[in-house]
């Protein structure tokens, strides 16, 4: 005897209308694969590639709580913002984000990183000056690298002084297509 | 330090009990009823899911929540009764024995439906109602003898 879908998303929605959960999660398709997307009360917390669901709902409770549920409806604004976005739509996005998992540091450079606009290109060194610690390029390339929001909190947009792509937490193809996307790649030195 | 481990994220728990609770809810209160009974469960399991500082036995916990919610939704037909009555050979054994249990105190009526109207063991009822086994046993026997006097 089993749940039947029905039941089951009835109960999903029901907790999460009911204000109960600390994380929603849904799985979302995209040009660049498959994608999980969380959100907390305050805000859109994640976005992860290759989504290996325990792993990432067991982050995701470390971080926030432990009742994480999938639920489709809190995800739907990131949903929609994200088609928009794969659809040539849309160039900034407008949601709330929850970076409470992230150290001060990082929170600094994510915030800068927030305004780097649509279809331009930074480089580490530059977001470490504007983050007041120059010396700390490499430190905002495992902030990038730890990017708990990629694409919204565009981390792509960052390359290396000599325009070289670098890295990319999601692989570099998905850099790449972002990049030409937003029609950025011909500003690097590919 | 087992007893320390946090519980896991709340859908692998789901995951991992919603077909054992919605199992348990069909024996308990039949298909209908059960669906009610299992939002109401997991629902109710969520409110208290935060503040868990262990995952032991979390099935057993969660069969608890579910056989409370079942007690509860049980009572909950006691206390209306129903007004415009369905045609009588639809209704199931349950709901007849309700009805002429009506006038038993809470507990006997409460033991002599789940033990005859659903066919329950002893044990499950008196987890259900929160007692033993043994008065389990007690309170639905003595419904009985009192419906016997009632019907003489």
Redesign the interface.
């Known amino acids: 005897m089993t749940v039947s879908p029905a039941l089951d998303r009835r109960f999903r929605e029901a907790a999460a209308a009911a204000g109960l959960l600390d994380v929603a999660y849904d799985l979302t398709d995209s040009p660049v694969g498959m994608l999980l997307v969380a959100t907390t009360d305050r805000g859109l917390c994640r976005i992860s590639f290759d989504p290996i669901v325990d792993r990432a709902t067991e982050d995701l409770a470390r971080a926030f709580g432990t009742r994480v549920l999938r639920a489709a409806k809190p995800i739907d604004p990131v949903r929609r913002q994200l088609d928009e976005y794969f659809d040539s739509k849309r160039t900034q996005f407008e949601l709330p984000l929850d970076l409470r998992g992230a150290a001060p540091f990082s929170r600094q450079v994510l915030r800068r990183l927030a305004r780097v606009p649509y279809g331009q290109v930074t480089t580490y060194g530059a977001l470490a000056r504007e983050a007041e610690r120059p010396q700390a390029a490499r430190a905002v390339g495992t902030v990038m690298n730890r990017n708990p929001i990629p694409i919204v909190l565009p981390c792509h947009r960052v390359v290396g002084a000599n325009g070289s792509l670098v890295g990319y937490a999601g692989g570099l193809e998905r850099k790449e297509l972002l990049l030409k996307l937003e029609g950025a790649i011909d500003n690097t030195l590919l | 330090m087992a007893l320390m481990r ?7 728990f ?1 995951e991992e009990n ?2 054992a609770v ?2 348990e809810l ?1 024996r308990l209160l039949g298909a209908q009823a059960a ?1 009610d009974a ?2 109401e469960t ?2 109710r399991a ?2 208290a ?2 503040k ?1 500082r262990h995952s032991d036995n979390l099935r057993a916990w969660v069969l608890t929540i579910a056989r409370r919610v079942a007690v509860d939704q049980l009572r909950r037909r006691e206390t209306s009764p129903p007004v415009a009555e369905p045609a009588v050979d639809k209704r199931p054994a349950y709901a007849e024995l309700g009805e002429l249990a009506t006038e038993l105190p809470r507990k006997e009526r409460a033991a002599v439906v789940l033990r005859y109207g659903y066919d329950l063991s002893y044990a499950t009822i008196g987890a259900a109602l929160g007692s033993s086994e043994e008065a389990a046993r007690q309170a639905a026997s003595s419904g009985v003898r009192r419906l016997r006097r009632r019907m003489q």
């Open positions: 946090m519980p896991p994220p709340f859908e692998t789901y919603r077909d919605l199992r069909r669906e299992y939002q997991f629902l969520l409110r899911y935060g868990l």
